[in-house]
């Protein structure tokens, strides 16, 4: 009976409600409803709050027989700070009975005690964890929960919005007490927007720039970098954003990391530099020279001339704007170039790296400049193609400036402006070597080829300027015939005494035919007319033929001789020429 506990309870004294032996369900019922022994109650909750398995046994025994649990845990709670990190942490109990106590402590507790209790964030854990939440704490009144909910800073990571108080779920879509990922996401758009669900996954931002319902857009706006790393850049196929959006992304992002991570990840195109803006980036010039580089890198900036100028005239030459040339090159040789462009930039151009066919295009396409850029801060690459191009002046002192910082492309200065060259060849210093490398280009024809060797070969001829002259296709004068034919070997004095025969004279014939083979040295026998053979081949019959018209031979006729071949085992027929060779008159 109430009045054999109140005398129990009367007659224990203080220290021994915190032994074991006080722990008695009708003696606590009797404590919370009674007033008179407070010290006493709180002595025995406090002996509660020990962790001990008794006293947890005996707690979670009571709630469910407790006249008044409401009023139990309430006042527990004023004790027992770590109560709820217990039940958090608890293998044992079910989520049905750790959702009992939930609502026993938001149903009761005063707030500042549930402050108290989150001490470790668990509460704010257990509400984000749980997708089902609004549906396990639907009993607590609305306005108890919306003041847990901001004096625990919960944050909602997912919620089931299928059972649920609808008051209460506006309220944190409204003051954002919500997680930026793209499960919240989804949520809200699944009751605001359900049409534009799909869409999510691939143009993320675009959709939520367009939701009227300004709460969502509000919180990501004002959590910019979280919604970048945890919504956006996240989502693989989130790749169909509209340029507009991307570019009002960019105006609002705080690192320059997470700009050019949004370039590299969309597939748009920026059509203007300027259009790439941001307040926060543009305090540091370097930010914005990243951004922009972010943009070529990924080959996703407007191939224009505009750009090209926008770009150089922040940052100058740098190895983007070189890459960026090199991927617009088309388009910039479509496009007109403007009459009016900064000169500098082609100067700088011209000192650059530019690849060496993109570098040939380029300065086909930007008006032609005076160059008076030194030649040793040029590489050679563009020397050769601004020789070609004949970008500069040419003049001795340019072609000896040439010799000096790029000797491998003097020959091609020369040749290039042969015209020049050939007025004063005197002044110009030429080697056997560079003589050489004259004679088998394609730039020139023979006859300019010869005007080099007649004033910069040097006596005597290498083989390789004698061995060009045996086939040179115009007429020689005698004295380059005669040097020519000092440096050949006699199996090489051939080709060039038939290609140059015309010529000679008769007396030079006869000469020519002593210094060769045997059968042809009695060709050069003048004193009487004999006859003399010739084995009928193509080089003899073309030099018979010649004799002939110049009357050095008076006839020749064909001879055919059988002759007994030792690899066929048969008589084979040649043919011969008999040439009338004219006695010297």
């Not at 367009?210 to 919180?219: G, I, Q, V």
């Not at 060709?523 to 053979?533: G, K, L, N, S, V």
């Amino acid at each position: 009976p109430l009045t054999q506990v109140m005398q129990v309870i009367k007659n224990l004294r203080l220290f021994e409600f915190e032994q074991k032996e006080a722990l008695n369900f009708s003696l606590l019922d009797v404590l919370l409803e009674n007033g008179d022994y407070l010290e006493k109650r709180d002595q025995l909750l406090k002996q509660l709050s020990d962790e001990t398995e008794l006293c947890w046994q005996f707690i979670d025994e009571y709630i469910d027989k407790a006249k008044n649990p409401d009023l139990f845990v309430a006042v527990l709670a004023k004790f027992w700070k770590n109560m709820w990190n217990y039940i958090y942490d608890s293998q044992i109990l079910t989520e049905e009975r750790k959702d009992k106590y939930l609502n026993l402590i938001c149903n009761n507790t005063e707030i500042e005690d549930i402050i108290n209790l989150n001490k470790d964030k668990k509460l704010q854990a257990y509400f984000a964890e749980k997708k089902d939440i609004l549906r396990r704490i639907i009993g607590v009144p609305l306005e108890r929960m919306k003041c847990i909910i901001e004096e625990c800073g919960i944050v909602f990571q997912n919620i089931n919005t299928d059972v649920c108080n609808e008051e209460l779920l506006n309220w944190i879509f409204d003051e954002r007490y919500f997680d930026i990922n793209i499960e919240m996401i989804q949520c809200i758009f699944g009751r605001k927007k359900p049409e534009a669900m799909e869409n999510l996954l691939k143009r993320n931002y675009t959709e939520i720039r367009t939701l009227e319902y300004y709460s969502l857009p509000m919180h990501i706006y004002l959590n910019i970098s979280q919604y970048i790393e945890n919504v956006f850049l996240k989502l693989e196929t989130n790749t169909e954003e509209s340029l507009e959006s991307v570019l009002d992304l960019l105006k609002r992002v705080k690192e320059v990391e997470h700009a050019c991570e949004i370039i590299q990840k969309e597939n748009v195109v920026l059509d203007d530099l300027n259009n790439c803006y941001s307040e926060v980036l543009q305090e540091e010039p370097d930010s914005i020279k990243q951004v922009w580089n972010a943009w070529i890198r990924n080959q996703k900036l407007k191939a224009s001339w505009d750009n090209l100028f926008k770009y150089w005239n922040k940052f100058g030459v740098t190895e983007e704007l070189l890459f960026y040339i090199e991927y617009s090159i088309g388009q910039l040789e479509i496009d007109e170039c403007p009459e009016n462009i900064d000169l500098s930039i082609v100067e700088e151009i011209i000192k650059s790296e530019l690849g060496e066919e993109c570098f040939d295009r380029f300065m086909n396409c930007v008006p032609k400049i005076e160059c008076t850029i030194a030649l040793n801060s040029i590489n050679a690459s563009h020397v050769k193609i601004l020789i070609v191009k004949k970008f500069a002046d040419f003049s001795i002192q340019f072609a000896e400036d040439i010799k000096r910082f790029h000797p491998d492309l003097y020959v091609l200065t020369l040749l290039t402006n042969y015209e020049s060259v050939l007025e004063k060849l005197e002044d110009y210093t030429i080697s056997s070597e560079e003589l050489e490398q004259i004679l088998i280009s394609e730039m020139i024809d023979d006859t300019v080829k010869i005007r080099f060797i007649e004033q910069k070969a040097a006596i005597p001829y290498s083989s390789s300027i004698a061995l060009y002259l045996r086939n040179v296709g115009c007429e020689l004068t005698k004295e380059i015939y005669r040097n020519a034919w000092k440096a050949l070997e006699e199996d090489q004095r051939y080709a060039l005494f038939l290609n140059q025969i015309q010529i000679l004279s008769e007396d030079d014939i006869s000469e020519c035919f002593k210094e060769l083979g045997e059968e042809y040295q009695k060709f050069a026998d003048r004193t009487h007319r004999h006859d003399e053979r010739l084995y009928d081949n193509e080089y003899n019959r073309k030099l018979v033929e010649h004799l002939k018209k110049i009357t050095y031979i008076t006839s020749f006729k064909e001879e055919f001789k059988e002759v007994w071949d030792e690899n066929s085992h048969r008589m084979n027929r040649e043919t011969w020429l008999r040439c009338r060779i004219k006695q010297k008159g």
